[in-house]
C-alpha cells in the first residue's frame, strides 16, 4: 500500500513538473494577446500602464520570432491605444482597440481598416475570433454583448441576441461544429463569470449554454482537443494571480490543474504544438506543451 502511494506522488509529481510554463520572451510591458502567421509572432501590448480603456496612445505590436525574440517594438504604424484581442484574415492582422476593431497589413505594419463600434457604447472590446473569411466576432467586455463583424466595405456589424451573457472576454470558435465557445470576465471580487457555449442548430438563431458551475474572472480561451478547452482565470484579480484550467466540455466539467501563472489571451501554435500565453502582468511570454 505504501509503495502504490509513493508511486501516485511520484506520477503526480511528474506530470506537476511536465506542465509547467516556460519562459521565452520577458521585458515586454502588459502584453495581453498573441497569434502567429507562421513565421512570426504579433503580440499586442495595452502599454506602459495597464490602462485598458485609456485612449492615450501608447499602445503597440509586438513583432517577434517564433522562437521569442523581440524583432519590432512597435509593429504598428498607425497610433493604438490599448489594443487586446487579435485575428488575421487574409493577411491581416485585426485587434481590438478600446471601441473599435483595426486591420493592420501583416507585412508592412500599415493600417487598412477600421471598424468603429463606439455607437454600441463600449469602451472595453476584448478578445477576437474568426468565424470564416469574412467575418470575425468581438466581445465587449463592458456592454456585454458579442457582435459579428462582416469584414465587407462599409463593414456590417450585428450584436448577437444573448442579454444573458455577462461581460464576454475570450472567445473561441470551433468551425467543424459552428459552435463560439467564451469566457466572462465580470471584474470584481465576486468571481461571477462563467464559461459557455454558443450554438446555431435551430432556425440560425444563437442559443447559449453555460459549461460548468465554476465561477471567475475568465480571460484566455483555447481548445485543447474537440471536447477539451483550456481557459486562465484571474481568481484574485487585484493581485493579478491567475491559474489554468481545463474544461471538458461532454461532461460540462472544470478542473483547474495548474496555479500561479501569467496568462491574458491564449495561442494554440499548431505548427510546434504548444501553448503560448502572454503574461498581462510580468510582461513575458511563455510556452506551455500539454499532452
Known amino acids: 500500500m505504501k509503495q502504490h502511494i509513493t508511486l501516485i506522488l511520484l506520477c503526480c509529481s511528474v506530470l506537476t513538473l511536465f506542465a509547467q510554463p516556460k519562459t521565452i520572451t520577458t521585458s515586454l510591458q502588459h502584453p495581453e494577446s498573441i497569434i502567429s502567421d507562421g513565421k512570426f509572432l504579433f503580440a499586442t501590448n495595452i502599454g506602459e500602464s495597464l490602462a485598458p480603456m485609456t485612449k492615450d496612445g501608447d499602445g503597440s505590436i509586438y513583432k517577434l520570432s517564433l522562437d521569442g525574440k523581440l524583432i519590432e517594438q512597435r509593429f504598428n504604424k498607425s497610433p493604438l491605444n490599448a489594443p487586446k484581442g487579435t485575428a488575421i484574415i487574409n493577411g491581416v492582422l485585426y485587434v481590438a482597440d478600446i471601441d473599435r476593431v483595426v486591420g493592420v497589413d501583416i507585412q508592412t505594419g500599415e493600417q487598412v481598416k477600421e471598424v468603429d463600434l463606439a455607437s454600441f457604447g463600449t469602451s472595453f472590446l476584448n478578445d ?164
Not at 251 to 260: G, Y
Request: charged share 25%; glycine share 6%.
Open 128 to 291: 477576437i475570433t474568426v468565424k470564416n473569411d469574412t467575418t470575425l466576432f468581438v466581445g465587449s467586455i463592458d456592454v456585454s454583448k458579442i457582435f459579428m463583424i462582416t469584414l465587407s466595405n462599409p463593414a456590417k456589424i450585428e450584436a448577437l441576441n444573448l442579454p444573458e451573457i455577462k461581460s464576454p472576454n475570450g472567445l473561441y470558435y470551433n468551425k467543424p461544429t459552428n459552435q463560439l465557445f467564451f469566457v466572462e470576465l465580470v471584474r470584481n471580487d465576486l468571481l461571477q463569470g462563467k464559461i459557455g457555449v454558443i450554438d446555431w442548430k435551430k432556425d440560425n438563431h444563437p442559443k447559449m449554454t453555460y459549461l460548468s458551475d465554476l465561477k471567475g474572472n475568465f480571460d484566455g480561451l483555447q481548445m485543447i482537443d474537440k471536447n477539451t478547452l483550456l481557459v486562465s482565470d484571474w481568481y484574485n484579480i487585484k493581485e493579478l494571480k491567475c491559474r489554468l484550467i481545463k474544461v471538458d466540455i461532454a461532461q460540462k466539467k472544470a478542473t483547474p490543474f495548474l496555479d500561479d501563472v501569467d496568462a491574458a489571451d491564449i495561442l494554440y501554435d499548431k505548427q510546434n504544438k504548444r501553448f503560448i500565453l502572454p503574461g498581462l502582468g510580468k510582461g513575458t511570454l511563455s510556452t506551455l506543451v500539454i499532452n
